[in-house]
């Protein structure tokens, strides 16, 4: 029973972390209609500000806001430069900038900050809290799915509740009809990707204090989040959410209990989230897409 | 008739003494050419710092007057980790640029891909910074040398020390699931000679997060050893987690993986405290060490030549003794600067006091004896620093 | 390269006119151009015929890729997983059955085709996004399957296979390299002939139609689900080839050799070359991912993905129809040119 429950706790320790990526997924998704591969790599990149700013001697809080005000700036002035040229291209044109921001930007991490691997102190605690005998939560864990919840909470309402938010919905559904009700697209698409980044720091400065900080770590979680955001819906950050949650569970639970889970749980885990898919191709809380002839 | 002449020929060369030299492609009056192929981009890129580090090394060379009055040229290309671009890249500087050797290169699977072309071509491929044991095999691949002691032997060592030591030992292993690991593991399992002392063995892929899961494995297993054959990350997580969920067992780790700065202190210096490995050379960061004339040395080429090489990473400062064997090679060759001379000479090191070694430890290598460097010492973390114990072990 | 790339056309039917009169030229330029890579046999050497084989064998792959991603639409970021079916497909062949270098592809197309279509069935019902999440986790997954313990006893696990390849019969005169090049250049024109058969008939409209508007293709009665079907197995058993003549190119294969980021290449490969340019796309994409990370590695030592990324949004930038784009576009423009003259 109690290792049971340790693998729960592993599973939702990572599937915080995948839950705050695929919110930053969504958060791209509702406001440019493209899922950004770069999404990860734009997170290290953070981190690794994050970390410098620590490194200088700044309290990890304000470090880690001040990363995020930096991640959002960075972010516009990417999305204004290097995207923007291609807002009317096809879709594979633009899967192939996002390769080409991927790479770039792992590849400019590594060179700036090295390979070798970082530690990198939590924005809690790095102790442990005792459930039960032989039991215990890291705080950090604790905190970082209170940070899903908050950032969850925040995106939700945001989309829901804010002119920006509806604005920002607003133009990625139909450049047009915004346009003509007085929506600046062109800003829209900027703020979305600033938006995305920001939360992308946070996941960033979530994930380190666990896995460590090396140019390499934003791969893994980028992967399962976009799992888990598929699985949920990649329209509703609440679906998304609860996918990453499911998909770090799923991921503990495979590797723990599978013969060979661990060498196939990436396959597993996937193959479990496509039939999920081919049942409900918009995932479980994502909206039904109609399509015009 | 052909090898007649070339006979002749040799004895003319011989028999002008010093005056004329004898050389193969890639080896002139003012220059040798040699290549150096590593991983700089991919999953393996913190290996990568071999490659700078040897051209830094040259560079210092070169500033000093070069080897014999000839400058070196290294060419540094990077693979990626992939074999097959290895093999381009060995191609390239083979047969395109005309190299008199290939040396340092990083990684298992992208060295066996060129194993065989270099041997093909009859073009040295030394001091490889891998170690399987493969390397070692002159009968069937003369022209292939590798440098660090081979994983399999170390694995060996602690199954021999845990045999001595703690002979109801459960042991339970953590492996990254590639060469490396299995390496490691299989001769550690071989010499145990019974399985069933290993309760547990659970492996891990470089693309995982964490091993989280994984070590709850093994502590649910009832392992009172753990035998840690990962990657630095891994291995830091490994232990950092260990202490986390309770687990007290003793731990020994792979020298691969052993640095205090980029491995012990991530984990925690007290947590790490306790920990057993082996070492072979000296670590800069270890004060043991802070005036030995060997670290001097090395302080000072990496202030002149490598500022950005980082003390606590094991590629960044153990190819400094790599690289200053290689410079002695290419003096004792002299000007017989031949791709045999210079297997010959590689072959012929006894008793070769290289920086950074461990005393007691030499490079010895003999016709059939292509392994450099077979000793270790085992060594025991103490909350601050390594120290060593017990004497230098020969390995085989 | 001197082939002519008529398939522009299906992007532009307006010009299809056009070309349908040149045809009979662009069968001699299809002709010299064949001739030319046989003849390169006896010109080019040792390394150069490695690499001339290497990129050969990535053309072939794209090939098979542009007609799935540039014809039909949808975009995999995994067929590096097929492409290691391929290679490992011919490992096994020649390192347990000792089957003649040559004829592996053929095994490993079919062996390949099978694993596409097993794959396919079910991962084709996605779309967009959908199939490229579920293509990129192939990708990844594949270099830990290739070193599972399960297969290990005919993959050989972590330490991978060799394969002892023989030349060609010594009556023919040809080396090692020789040998291995001239079977790939076959293989290469196989492969161009049934892709340009593919794309210029029934078949290809039927994906052109797909890609565009499946409800209108439906209702025109294409057969949605088959044409898609058929573009994922035909891709698949090009890359499936395309690996399994590397791995002769290679001698070697290791699950090293396969990790995502060869199926991020062969992406590459394809849409920087140009999508929709059946022969020349391929041919110049596979050139720019086995040349081009050599060139960005002079730029910069340890940032050279950066400049690599950098390359490649550049080019999309200029030219979304890539490379073979940018040659059309400066063709166009000598031809008006000479014309003027």
């Not at chain 1, 009700?181 to 920001?198: C, K, P």
């Not at chain 3, 892709?195 to 294409?222: E, Y």
């Not at chain 3, 993905?305 to 040659?327: E, K, S």
């Amino acid at each position: 029973m109690t290792f049971f429950l340790e693998q729960l706790i592993i599973g939702l320790s990572s599937g915080g972390i995948y839950a705050i990526m695929a919110l930053a997924l969504v958060m791209i998704y509702k406001s440019t209609g493209h899922v950004n591969l770069a999404q990860g790599e734009m997170a290290v990149f953070s981190t690794f500000i994050a970390w410098s700013l620590v490194q200088m001697g700044v309290p990890i809080w304000p470090a880690i806001f001040l990363t995020m005000a930096v991640s959002f700036v960075g972010a516009i002035v990417l999305e204004r430069v290097v995207v923007r040229p291609f807002a009317e291209a096809d879709d594979l044109v633009i899967v192939a900038v996002f390769v080409g921001l991927f790479l770039g930007i792992h590849s400019l991490a590594g060179a700036i900050w090295k390979y070798e691997v970082k530690p990198f102190p939590s924005a809690f605690s790095d102790g442990s809290v005792n459930l039960m005998q032989d039991l215990s939560i890291r705080i950090h864990t604790l905190g970082s799915l209170a940070t899903t919840g908050a950032v969850l909470a925040a995106t939700w309402f945001f989309f829901r509740y804010t002119r920006l938010g509806l604005a920002l919905r607003a133009a990625a559904d139909n450049h047009e009809s915004s346009r003509l009700v007085g929506i600046n697209v062109s800003f829209m698409l900027a703020l979305g990707w600033g938006l995305a980044a920001g939360i992308g720091a946070v996941a960033g400065v979530m994930i380190a204090p666990v896995t460590f900080l090396d140019p390499g770590m934003g791969l893994a979680p980028l992967i399962f989040a976009l799992a888990g955001a598929l699985l949920g819906g990649i329209t509703s950050p609440f679906g998304a959410a609860l996918g990453g949650l499911i998909v770090g569970v799923l991921e503990a639970m495979i590797s723990a209990y599978v013969p060979y889970g661990i060498e196939f749980r990436e396959l597993i885990a996937l193959m479990l989230i496509l039939s999920v898919l081919l049942v409900r191709p918009a995932g479980l809380f994502g909206e039904i897409v109609t399509r015009r002839v | 008739m052909l090898k007649s002449t070339t006979a002749l020929v040799m004895g003319l060369t011989l028999a002008s003494g010093a005056m004329a030299a004898d050389y193969d492609k890639g080896a002139s009056d003012e220059e040798i050419k040699f290549g150096a192929i590593v991983p700089l981009s991919g999953p393996a890129s913190a290996y990568g710092s071999v490659g700078s580090c040897i051209s830094a090394y040259f560079d210092m060379v070169n500033d000093k007057g070069g080897i014999n009055g000839r400058k070196i040229s290294v060419s540094v290309q990077d693979d990626g980790y992939n074999p097959a671009k290895m093999l381009e890249h060995a191609r390239r500087l083979v047969e395109r640029e005309g190299v008199l050797f290939i040396a340092g290169n990083v990684g298992t699977p992208t060295n066996s891909a060129i194993h065989r072309y270099m041997n093909q071509r009859k073009v040295p491929h030394l001091f490889l910074t891998t170690g399987a044991s493969k390397w070692d095999d002159p009968e069937n691949y003369p022209w292939t040398m590798g440098y660090i002691p081979s994983y399999a032997a170390e694995g060996r060592i602690y199954a021999k020390y845990i045999k001595e030591n703690m002979p109801d030992a459960k042991i339970g292993i953590l492996y990254q699931n590639d060469d490396f690991g299995r390496d490691y593991m299989d001769a550690f399992i071989d010499q145990l000679g019974d399985e069933s002392m290993v309760v547990s063995k659970v492996s891990y892929d470089t693309s995982a997060a964490t091993v989280d899961s994984q070590l709850s494995t093994l502590k649910e297993s009832g392992a009172d050893v753990f035998f840690n054959v990962s990657s630095p990350k891994f291995a830091a997580q490994a232990i950092r987690r260990a202490g986390e969920i309770g687990w007290e067992p003793e731990q020994f780790l792979v020298s691969v993986s052993n640095a205090r700065s980029a491995v012990l202190e991530p984990a925690g210096l007290e947590q790490s405290t306790g920990i057993i490995s082996t070492q072979y050379l000296k670590e800069p960061t270890n004060p043991a060490y802070a005036n030995d004339p060997d670290m001097l040395a090395w302080r000072e080429f990496k202030e002149n030549y490598f500022p950005k090489a980082s003390e606590g990473n094991w590629w960044d400062w153990s190819c400094y003794t790599t690289s200053y064997t290689l410079e002695h090679v290419l003096t004792q060759a002299g000007d017989e600067l031949t791709r045999e001379n210079l297997m010959k000479v590689a072959a012929s090191l006894e008793g070769f006091e290289a920086p950074m070694l461990l005393p007691g430890i030499t490079v010895n290598t003999s016709a059939d004896d292509f392994a450099p460097i077979e000793a270790m010492s085992l060594m025991k973390f103490d909350g601050t620093n390594w120290v060593l114990f017990g004497d230098v072990i020969a390995v085989d | 390269m001197a082939m002519h790339d008529l398939d522009m056309t299906h992007v532009n039917p307006e010009t299809r006119k056009l070309t349908k009169s040149g045809l009979p030229l662009a069968r001699l330029g299809y002709g010299g151009a064949a001739l030319a890579l046989v003849a390169a046999t006896g010109v080019l050497e040792g390394y150069e015929l490695f690499l001339a084989s290497s990129i050969l064998s990535y053309a072939i792959a794209a090939m098979g890729l542009n007609v799935l991603m540039g014809y039909n639409g949808q975009i995999s970021l995994g067929h590096g997983a097929f492409f290691a079916i391929g290679a490992y497909g011919a490992a096994i062949c020649i390192d347990r059955f000792a089957v003649p270098f040559a004829l592996t592809p053929i095994i490993a197309g079919v062996v390949g085709m099978g694993a596409g279509w097993l794959i396919g069935k079910p991962a084709l019902k996605l779309e967009g996004v959908y199939l490229a999440l579920a293509t990129f986790g192939l990708a990844i997954a594949t270099p830990t399957v290739l070193r599972s313990d399960l297969f290990s006893e005919w993959t050989g696990g972590v330490q991978g296979l060799f394969l002892l390849i023989n030349p060609a019969p010594e009556w023919t005169g040809l080396d090692l390299d020789q040998s291995i090049y001239v079977a790939v250049v076959l293989y290469f024109l196989i492969f161009a002939f049934v892709t340009l058969r593919l794309v210029r008939g029934l078949n290809g409209k039927a994906w052109i139609a797909t890609r565009d508007n499946p409800i209108a293709a439906r209702a025109m009665g294409f057969d949605v689900t088959r044409a898609k079907t058929r573009a994922f197995v035909f891709s698949v058993l090009a890359c499936s080839v395309g690996g399994a003549l590397s791995a002769v190119a290679v001698q070697f294969v290791a699950p090293d050799s396969f990790p995502f980021f060869l199926s991020i290449s062969l992406f590459t490969a394809v849409v920087v070359g140009g999508l929709c340019s059946p022969l020349v796309g391929p041919l110049l994409g596979a050139s720019f991912i086995v040349m081009v990370p050599n060139l960005t590695e002079e730029i910069w030592q340890g940032g050279s993905w950066a400049v690599y990324g950098a390359f490649i949004i550049v080019i999309m930038a200029i030219q979304p129809r890539g490379l073979a784009g940018m040659l059309a576009w400066v063709r166009a423009k000598v031809t008006a040119t000479s014309n003027n003259d």
